[in-house]
């Protein structure tokens, strides 16, 4: 297998274009067929529900605009008067709430998060989700753990770089990282992924420990990385695992790197969906935990994360907070 094995595709083409709620099975209340989409009306509907019927059919096809009302990591500018006129202002810029905005499907569906908007689990037990990642194919929205895209550049020393950040106590080599393909990658230290991109760079992911106290950032920086890019502010990080992930996954064409033999570490490849990309990238964090089988991460483009949280669902995996992995990670 050759990283051309691994092509761009489209999702789009893989997720059929009719919105029906009906592939929400009930986990519980909150999940009933009209909590994300709107059922049919019938033909003696009012021409504003006629017009309301045929936008939820167009859904799919549309792209969105996320709210940024989720911090997601990155830095922003808060106004604490609420007498200030920037308040206001500032009010107006927020783009409106529209179909398929992740946050808003989250909070239909009973999303419980916390100050920064990260969901933390739906309802008020995390029992039955912690049972999901046990034994069915859960979504996740990890987007408080941090997406970079590091650099070494000339003067910058990787391996240094990723022995440090992942806490290492084993010595990397320059030839184990040089030799990392285009659409493979490594899990070091079994803490940190790290997938490698064709312009020589690394996409890696770090930890909401590593976020919070700015690692990734001093690290790079001691290190003389050349490049050093937080992607929270644009991406979205979603995660698929539990023990029927393939079988989910394989109908929607997004599997292949799950396919991909075990020589293939880390294997990485790039959709489209709307024309924004969506990547794709296998990893191993999971297994032994949520399965025998490797987890898919999803790096999303925030302008159309809640359709692909929406197609991911509708395949069949469950909605899951980071409250239940962390009780099974634990």
Same mark, same amino acid.
């Given at each position: 297998m050759t990283t051309n094995a691994l092509p761009k595709r489209c999702l789009g083409c893989c997720v059929p274009s009719n919105c029906d709620a009906s592939f929400l099975r009930k986990r519980r209340h909150r999940l009933t067929v009209n909590n994300i989409f709107p059922a049919p009306f019938s033909s003696s509907s009012s021409r504003a529900a006629k017009a309301k019927a045929t936008k939820a059919e167009k859904v799919f096809s549309t792209t969105t605009t996320t709210r940024r009302r989720r911090r997601r990591n990155s830095e922003r500018r808060s106004v604490n008067n609420e007498d200030d006129p920037l308040l206001s202002f500032a009010a107006q810029l927020e783009p409106p709430k529209v179909d398929l905005d992740l946050e808003s499907l989250q909070e239909d569906l009973g999303a419980v998060v916390d100050e920064n908007g990260f969901v933390l689990r739906y309802g008020e037990e995390i029992e039955e989700e912690v049972k999901i990642l046990r034994n069915e194919c859960a979504i996740i929205d990890r987007s408080e753990w941090g997406i970079f895209r590091v650099a070494s550049g000339a003067e910058g020393d990787m391996v240094k770089f990723l022995e440090t950040l992942s806490l290492s106590s084993e010595k990397l080599s320059m030839e184990e990282i040089g030799s990392i393909q285009p659409g493979t990658g490594?899990?070091?230290?079994?803490?940190?992924?790290?997938?490698?991109? +064709?312009?020589? *760079?690394?996409? =890696?992911? &770090?930890?909401?420990?590593?976020?919070?106290?700015?690692?990734?950032?001093?690290?790079?920086?001691?290190?003389?990385?050349?490049?050093?890019?937080?992607?929270?502010?644009?991406?979205?990080?979603?995660?698929?695992?539990?023990?029927?992930?393939?079988?989910?996954?394989?109908?929607?064409?997004?599997?292949?790197?799950?396919?991909?033999?075990?020589?293939?570490?880390?294997?990485?490849?790039?959709?489209?969906?709307?024309?924004?990309?969506?990547?794709?990238?296998?990893?191993?964090?999971?297994?032994?935990?949520?399965?025998?089988?490797?987890?898919?991460?999803?790096?999303?483009? +925030?302008?159309? *994360?809640?359709? =692909?949280? &929406?197609a991911i669902i509708k395949a069949g995996a469950f909605p899951v907070g980071t409250e239940a992995l962390d009780a099974i990670l634990q």
């Amino acid at each position: 297998m050759t990283t051309n094995a691994l092509p761009k595709r489209c999702l789009g083409c893989c997720v059929p274009s009719n919105c029906d709620a009906s592939f929400l099975r009930k986990r519980r209340h909150r999940l009933t067929v009209n909590n994300i989409f709107p059922a049919p009306f019938s033909s003696s509907s009012s021409r504003a529900a006629k017009a309301k019927a045929t936008k939820a059919e167009k859904v799919f096809s549309t792209t969105t605009t996320t709210r940024r009302r989720r911090r997601r990591n990155s830095e922003r500018r808060s106004v604490n008067n609420e007498d200030d006129p920037l308040l206001s202002f500032a009010a107006q810029l927020e783009p409106p709430k529209v179909d398929l905005d992740l946050e808003s499907l989250q909070e239909d569906l009973g999303a419980v998060v916390d100050e920064n908007g990260f969901v933390l689990r739906y309802g008020e037990e995390i029992e039955e989700e912690v049972k999901i990642l046990r034994n069915e194919c859960a979504i996740i929205d990890r987007s408080e753990w941090g997406i970079f895209r590091v650099a070494s550049g000339a003067e910058g020393d990787m391996v240094k770089f990723l022995e440090t950040l992942s806490l290492s106590s084993e010595k990397l080599s320059m030839e184990e990282i040089g030799s990392i393909q285009p659409g493979t990658g490594k899990r070091v230290n079994g803490k940190l992924d790290i997938y490698a991109q +064709e312009s020589g *760079a690394f996409l =890696v992911i &770090a930890s909401r420990e590593d976020v919070k106290e700015n690692r990734v950032e001093t690290i790079a920086k001691e290190c003389k990385m050349s490049e050093v890019m937080n992607l929270a502010s644009r991406c979205v990080l979603l995660t698929a695992c539990g023990p029927k992930t393939l079988e989910v996954l394989k109908p929607t064409g997004l599997a292949m790197v799950l396919e991909a033999g075990k020589e293939y570490e880390n294997a990485h490849a790039v959709f489209g969906f709307e024309n924004r990309p969506v990547v794709c990238c296998k990893t191993n964090e999971f297994v032994g935990e949520c399965g025998e089988e490797s987890a898919m991460n999803f790096v999303v483009d +925030e302008g159309v *994360a809640g359709q =692909v949280w &929406a197609a991911i669902i509708k395949a069949g995996a469950f909605p899951v907070g980071t409250e239940a992995l962390d009780a099974i990670l634990q």
